[in-house]
């Protein structure tokens, strides 16, 4: 069966600082991979999608960026953190369009 | 554009019944529903596509209208466990499959013993 994990669990960072969350999917082979943040008390927003290795799509203007070096691995990062980014940052995943879309146990991150 | 769900908050007895809406200005090809508990992360409940399909959970039901491009999600005979809040999420017809969802901004369920 499949399995998504994502890491760190929860996260303190300093405004300005760097930021890399990792996301990774196991017992599936090529899946389209999706970040995406909810504001405390707010509703899901698409940050990125990626279809295949290297390949990646941004649905939102933003301070982050996005990595998919191998076929189940998906990073978000940022070079310089604001107040802004804070928020649960969910991975998700599925295989294709009709298929249900799966999401990890999330990253809870706080900027301060 | 981001679906309009209905109502914002609902609060039940244990044993009745909600439906929850979600409505889009966009033609659709799909519909996802979810279940997220304070602190969690969503859960899927159902896919609803274009065309009849639908997959998820035995215990919940749901209807996707394509015409009105509406969904409904069916709670009866709730239980204390159905508490949380419910999000749609929508694909649409243009969006090529590969854009993820757009959801709504969720509705609040509480069920009191």
């Known amino acids: 069966s499949q399995t998504i994990h994502q890491w760190p669990a929860t996260l303190v960072q300093p405004v300005g600082s760097p930021l890399s969350l990792e996301c990774t999917v196991e017992?599936?082979?090529?899946?389209?991979l999706y970040w995406y943040r909810q504001a405390a008390g707010r509703g899901l927003q698409l940050l990125f999608y990626?279809?295949?290795?290297?390949?990646i799509s941004s649905e939102v203007p933003q301070n982050l960026s996005a990595s998919r070096p191998q076929d189940r691995q998906f990073i978000l990062s940022s070079k310089k953190l604001l107040l802004s980014d804070s928020g649960f940052y969910l991975c998700?995943?599925?295989?294709?369009?009709?298929?249900?879309?799966?999401f990890g146990p999330g990253t809870r991150l706080t900027v301060l | 554009q981001q679906p309009v769900q209905s109502p914002q908050a609902v609060i039940l007895r244990e044993g009745e019944d909600a439906v929850i809406n979600c409505s889009s200005s966009k033609a659709l090809y799909s519909v996802h529903w979810y279940r997220q508990k304070h602190g969690e992360a969503p859960v899927f409940l159902m896919i609803?596509?274009?065309?009849?399909e639908q997959k998820g959970h035995e215990k919940i039901s749901a209807s996707f209208n394509e015409k009105k491009q509406q969904s409904s999600l069916y709670l009866t005979a709730s239980q204390l466990s159905y508490s949380g809040t419910y999000f749609c999420?929508?694909?649409?017809?243009?969006?090529?499959?590969?854009?993820?969802?757009?959801f709504g901004k969720g509705t609040h369920l509480i069920i009191q013993p």
């Open positions: 998700a995943w599925r295989l294709l369009v009709g298929n249900e879309q799966f």
């Open positions: 990626s279809v295949g290795i290297g390949q």
């Open positions: 609803l596509l274009k065309g009849g």
């Open positions: 999420g929508t694909e649409s017809e243009s969006g090529g499959g590969a854009d993820g969802l757009t």
């Open positions: 017992g599936t082979s090529n899946p389209n």
